[in-house]
């Protein structure tokens, strides 16, 4: 099944790349794009496609008015809104998710990581940049003055929520993690990419993709988001303690624009 993206941006350079990016996937079809907000919205209601690529400062329309028009909670047939963008405001990710974003990325991102993020979407997952999950889900376990936190509750959790998410530390779970699966969990908490975890690991990205989803049914997350959410509030990236894990040493360890 081919997933249908619309693209708004008014940089036509960036829809340009975005196209070309997700057009050279088999399962990812670009049907319409939009250099603002209203038009955007417009288009979508009309095509319906099965992911909408938002940027948020655009003319007539920011992407986060066009998001709540699209897949708000007061929408009655929302649509899957993806947001792109260079700003990476706090303020920004939350409004998005508010409105009814299911995924929010910086536009320095690796490819791997767009196309990941709107299969992820259609799917009905949430997906959020790395580098912004990182940030957030530090700021849950942390105080203001930087001490350790009350472990937030499970509803905090951004993208998602984390209902049902395994609430036992990783000695408490009904099945335990194994020790790779530790090790995938904290990189995958401090913002790794498929293609980075099995670099850093040596292992194929079939292995990767296999470990987790072991962890995802383990912990009964139902994204990295909830994954990586669920390895802070347990105290598995502490400081240090991923990187001493596993070596960073493995060619091919980096994206090309940068990442889950």
């Given at each position: 099944m081919t997933i249908r993206v619309l693209i708004a941006d008014d940089q036509e350079m960036v829809?340009?790349?975005?196209?070309m990016i997700l057009d050279s996937q088999p399962d990812l079809c670009v049907v319409a794009e939009a250099a603002d907000g209203a038009a955007a919205v417009e288009q979508a209601r009309a095509l319906r496609p099965d992911v909408c690529l938002l940027d948020i400062r655009m003319p007539v329309?920011?992407?986060l008015e066009a998001t709540r028009l699209l897949a708000g909670p007061e929408v009655d047939d929302?649509?899957?809104v993806l947001i792109a963008t260079t700003f990476d405001l706090d303020e920004y990710v939350y409004r998005a998710l508010r409105n009814g974003a299911c995924g929010?990325?910086?536009?320095?991102?690796?490819p791997a990581l767009l196309t990941e993020a709107v299969r992820a979407a259609a799917a009905g997952n949430a997906m959020i940049s790395p580098a912004v999950t990182v940030r957030l889900l530090a700021r849950m376990t942390q105080g203001d003055d930087g001490s350790?936190?009350?472990r937030p509750d499970a509803g905090a959790a951004?993208?998602?929520g984390g209902r049902g998410r395994g609430r036992g530390g990783p000695g408490g779970?009904?099945?335990p993690l194994t020790q790779r699966e530790l090790e995938v969990t904290r990189l995958v908490a401090r913002g790794r990419t498929n293609e980075e975890l099995a670099a850093e690991l040596y292992v194929s990205l079939s292995t990767v993709k296999t470990h987790l989803g072991n962890v995802q049914r383990k912990l009964a997350a139902r994204n990295r988001v909830e994954i990586a959410a669920w390895a802070w509030e347990h105290g598995l990236c502490a400081p240090g303690r991923d990187?001493?894990?596993s070596p960073r040493s493995a060619p091919g360890a980096s994206g090309d624009l940068r990442d889950g």
């Open positions: 829809r340009a790349a975005f196209r329309l920011d992407g929302p649509l899957k929010f990325l910086l536009k320095d991102g690796a350790a936190a009350r951004p993208a998602g779970l009904p099945e990187e001493a894990a």
